[in-house]
């Protein structure tokens, strides 16, 4: 597989002393209340629906006194000496978020304390987009091979805090470069911190889920899970994440953006599914609130349909949410 078979483009670069694989960090710039919305809304403007190039910057970052022996640090000293000067990876990310909130607040003060800046603010890679998808670049060819010094230096010499947006001349020259898929180690981390809401993803599947193999379950909402995430994400950029029941908007209950609108909708199933080898599409889902999510299942399990729309604020009116043809492939 090349990177010009990616379904996206390579939108942007990441210049980083060592990549962890996991989550790529951005300091916000400015110690205002509002600085890390402003990260986080300037790096999703630069990367849009695309992927980030992961390039392994040639200057070494040290870490805070007392941690030049640390075992984690050495490792990653080691690292950065074999991998300087290449294109790494590549890299879908996820939304971004506070780096406390996805690596745990104990690891995070771990993090501070080690690489913070000593300014007393510990703010470093405050902001974090966790990666969903990566691939590695076969070789890890060193870019300024690859691109021409004139071009490497426009891209990679300057400094830059967020990401480096790629031109056309930049893609053209990594079109052809082979990549290979990474196992993430914590996928269902990097699905929460998507924020989907994949509560209720168990008792969706009640009727597949019984007479299956714990490997088949497990292969069977892994699966489920993965496209959920991408029906949602479509909903999200076309603006349209309300219920599909009710009309709930979340958007009108909470004006704060400290309220993700995600986190109160549910990814249903329109049908339960029945045993068998099946093909899901997000075509196959629907965006309810949690209680029509409850009283959808319950009409499926009795027969029942509900008499009128429970939520006062029905934006869209009555819109059915099943039946329909339901699939999951076991692959």
């Known amino acids: 597989m090349k990177i010009r078979d990616l379904p996206r483009p390579v939108t ?40 980030v190039l992961e390039y392994v910057s040639l200057t070494e970052v040290k870490p805070n006194p007392g941690f030049e022996k640390d075992p984690d640090f050495l490792s990653m000293k080691q690292r950065h000496k074999d991998e300087a000067g290449s294109l790494l990876a590549v890299a879908r990310l996820g939304r971004g978020m506070p780096l406390a909130e996805l690596i745990g607040p104990r690891e995070f003060q771990h993090v501070q304390q080690k690489w913070a800046n000593g300014t007393g603010v510990n ?10 998808e ?22 990679f010499a300057t400094k830059n805090g967020y990401l480096r947006i790629l031109g056309d001349d930049v893609r ?40 299956l193999s714990e490997e088949q379950v497990r292969k069977l909402l892994k699966r489920a899970r993965r496209i ?5 994400n479509l909903r999200e950029n076309e603006g349209t994440l309300l ?14 953006e400290a309220v993700s609108p995600r986190s109160l909708l549910d990814a249903h199933h329109k049908t339960p599914l029945e045993q068998g080898r099946r093909n899901t599409t ?31 604020n029905n934006l869209a009116g009555p819109t059915s949410v099943g ?7 076991e692959d």
Request: glycine share 8%; net charge positive; hydrophobic share 35%.
């Open 282 to 312: 997000v075509n196959d889902f629907a965006l309810l609130c949690p209680t029509c999510h409850r009283i959808e299942h319950r009409r499926l399990k009795t027969g029942a349909t509900p008499r009128r729309q429970h939520h006062p």
């Open 172 to 211: 053209a020259r990594i079109a052809d470069l082979e990549i290979e898929p990474i196992t993430l180690r914590k996928p269902w981390a990097h699905i929460r911190a998507e924020r989907t809401p994949l509560r209720n993803m168990r008792e969706d599947y009640y009727g597949a889920i019984e007479g």
């Open 134 to 155: 990566r691939y590695a670049i076969v070789d890890m060819p060193d870019a300024k091979t690859l691109l021409g010094k004139p071009l490497y230096k426009k891209t």
């Open 323 to 329: 039946p329909a043809v339901m699939s999951v492939s």
């Open 228 to 232: 959920a995430e991408r029906f949602v």
């Open 243 to 256: 219920c599909e029941h009710c009309g709930f908007d979340p958007a009108v209950v909470f004006a704060s």
């Open 123 to 132: 703010d470093r890679w405050a902001m974090a987009f966790p990666i969903l």
């Open 12 to 51: 942007a670069a990441k210049s980083d002393s060592t990549p962890n694989g996991e989550w790529i960090g951005f300091t916000p710039i400015g110690r205002g209340p509002g600085a890390p919305k402003q990260c986080e809304s300037a790096i999703r403007g630069q990367m849009g629906d695309g992927y």
